[in-house]
C-alpha cells in the first residue's frame, strides 16, 4: 500500500469508534467513489479545527466571538443551564423543549486533575448570576461522584446570587426495565418514590 | 448549533457507515479532545485526495507514477492476478501469500453503465500478457453476473497470448454451516466436490 494511504488510514483512526478496519474502508471508499466529498471533508475540518472557539459567555462552540444561542432574542433570559460539556447541551437541545440560556463548564471540578473552579470560568458563572436576570440555575452535570461534586459546589453559587438551583431528576429510565437498572440509581428511585395523587 | 460545526458534522457523513449521530459525536471528539489529530486527518485527507491516482502498469492507487508493488524486485513477474477494485487488492494482499503481479481493472464489464474493454484498460492488460513474461493469470473478479462476464472475456485475452487463466475456487467458505450457505453456492460446491485420496 503506498505511503499516502497508509498515513490516511493511520489517520483516519483519530474518529471514535473507528479501528484499522474501517478506517481502510473509509479510505478506499473516498478515493474510489467520493473524492469529491472527501476534499469538502479536508477543507471544513481543517476549517472547523482551526476557527471553532467556545463563545465567550457561554463556553460552547463557536466561531464568532459569541454564540448564536446567546444572542439569540428569543431565548428566555431567566433560567440558566449549566453542562460539563458541548455533547451534553447538545442532547439537551435536542431531546427537550428548553428554551433557557446555556453555560458549559469544559469539564467538572477535579482537583487532581487541575480542574478548579477557575479552570470551569465559575468566576464569569458568578457574573451572570450576579447580573440579576436569572431567576433558576438548572444543573445538569453528570450524576458522577465528580459531576455531584461539582453540582454541590454551583447550588451554592447560585444561593449566594440568590438564584434557585435545580437539577435534573434521577431515576428509573422510561422503558428501562428494573431488571436491568443499576443498583444505585435503583435505591434512588426507590427512596425518591413519588406518590400518584 | 454554529454554522461550521453543522457542516462539520454533515461532511464528517461522506464516509461509509457514519450517520448523523456518529457525525455529531466525532465532530464533538474532535473539537473537545483532539483537535491536532483533526488537523493532521484534514491535511492527510486533503493530499491524498488530490496526490493520490493509479499506478500506470497495474492502475492500483498510487502517488508515483509506478506502484511500490510494480516496481518491487521481489514480486514474481510470472503470474498476474486481475481484480476489480484496490479494495479486492488489499484483500489478497492481507489474506494470503500471493507474490506475484496485480491489475486493477477498477470496474467489471458492464454495457449498461458505459463500461467495455477500453474503461477497464484492457488493452494496457492484453499489451503485458504480450510482453511475453506472464505464464498465469489468476482471474478474482467477483462472484456476480457482471464479474462471471468479466473473468470470460478475461480468460480469452489470456488464451489469446498463451497464458494460462485460472480462476479462484469457488465453494462452501471455511467454517461455514452448510445450513446458512446460499443455494448457489452449495450448488457449485456440491457439483465441483473433490475425491478425498
Ligand atoms: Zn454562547
Ligand atoms: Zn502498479
Known sequence: MSKLLTDLIEALRCLPGVGGKSAQ????????????????????????????????????????PVCNLCSSSSRDRQVLCVVESPTELAAIEQATGYRGQYFVLLGRLSPLDGLGPEELGLDRLAERLGEGEIEEMIIATNPTVEGEATAHYLAQLARAANVRPTRLAHGVPLGGELEYVD???LAHAFGSRQSLD
Open 183 to 185: 443498583r444505585g440509581t
Open 25 to 64: 474502508r473509509m479510505a478506499f471508499h473516498l478515493l474510489e467513489r467520493d473524492r469529491e466529498r472527501g476534499q469538502r471533508l479536508a477543507q471544513v475540518l481543517e476549517q472547523a479545527m482551526r476557527e471553532i472557539g467556545n463563545c465567550s459567555r457561554c463556553r460552547n462552540f463557536s466561531e464568532t
